[in-house]
T-cell receptor, first 113, second 114 residues
Framework: SQTIHQWPATLVQPVGSPLSLECTVE??????LYWYRQAAGRGLQLLFY??????ISSEVPQNLSASRPQDRQFILSSKKLLLSDSGFYLC????????????FGSGTRLTVV | AQSVSQHNHHVILSEAASLELGCNYS??????LFWYVQYPGQHLQLLLK??????LVKGIKGFEAEFIKSKFSFNLRKPSVQWSDTAEYFC????????????FGQGTELSVKP
């Protein structure tokens, strides 16, 4: 069966420090991968999505970037964190082909101090 | 701008009360529609989805939703809520011309009093 792993679960980082959040999927190949940020009262905002290795689409301009170095690995990064980067980050995957919805990871709570 | 709107940010009900959470979207053309639920401390789970066919879809735990194309709506309903339904509920739309992208509403927090 397919599973999605996301780590770390929580992270506290100082302003100006770098960030790397990792997401991996098991049990499927060539998935579509997504990074969302969830903010209280603002729902889920799509940040990046990828339909294949090295293919990244950005939805909103921001201080973050994403990379997909392997088929089932999706990384969210920042060179210098801002206070406004605090939030709950969710990784998700969907099949590449007919769309049936997402499976979400358990999320990372990022606090920038 | 194209968007998904959930009208209620926080709903408080007593057990056995009926529930209806509103969801409207502004995308034209064909869409796929979803409701996700996030129980306290847990990750997002699919509650139900609509792709085509009968506009009244039934999901898990007694939830249902009705797609009304003319109103661009996909409201979530449950005849009698339980304390265990306390959670945050998200409506999401997949516009068919945008691949696998899901656009989410702001979420509705449901609190059910025992």
């Amino acid at each position: 069966s397919q599973t999605i792993h996301q780590w770390p679960a929580t992270l506290v980082q100082p302003v100006g420090s770098p960030l790397s959040l990792e997401c991996t999927v098991e049990g499927t190949s060539n998935p579509n991968l997504y990074w969302y940020r969830q903010a209280a009262g603002r729902g889920l905002q799509l940040l990046f999505y990828s339909v294949g290795i090295g293919q990244i689409s950005s939805e909103v301009p921001q201080n973050l970037s994403a990379s997909r170095p392997q088929d089932r690995q999706f990384i969210l990064s920042s060179k210098k964190l801002l206070l406004s980067d605090s939030g709950f980050y969710l990784c998700a995957w969907s099949t590449n082909g007919p769309f049936y919805g997402y499976t979400f990871g358990s999320g990372t709570r990022l606090t920038v101090v | 701008a194209q968007s998904v709107s959930q009208h209620n940010h926080h709903v408080i009900l007593s057990e056995a009360a009926s529930l209806e959470l509103g969801c409207n979207y502004s995308y034209g053309g064909t869409v796929n529609l979803f409701w996700y639920v996030q129980y306290p401390g847990q990750h997002l789970q699919l509650l139900l989805k609509y792709f085509s066919g009968d506009p009244l879809v039934k999901g898990i735990k007694g939830f249902e939703a009705e797609f009304i194309k003319s109103k661009f709506s996909f409201n979530l309903r449950k005849p009698s809520v339980q304390w265990s339904d306390t959670a945050e509920y998200f409506c999401a739309v997949n516009p068919n011309n945008q691949g696998g992208k899901l656009i989410f509403g702001q979420g509705t927090e449901l609190s059910v009093k025992p």
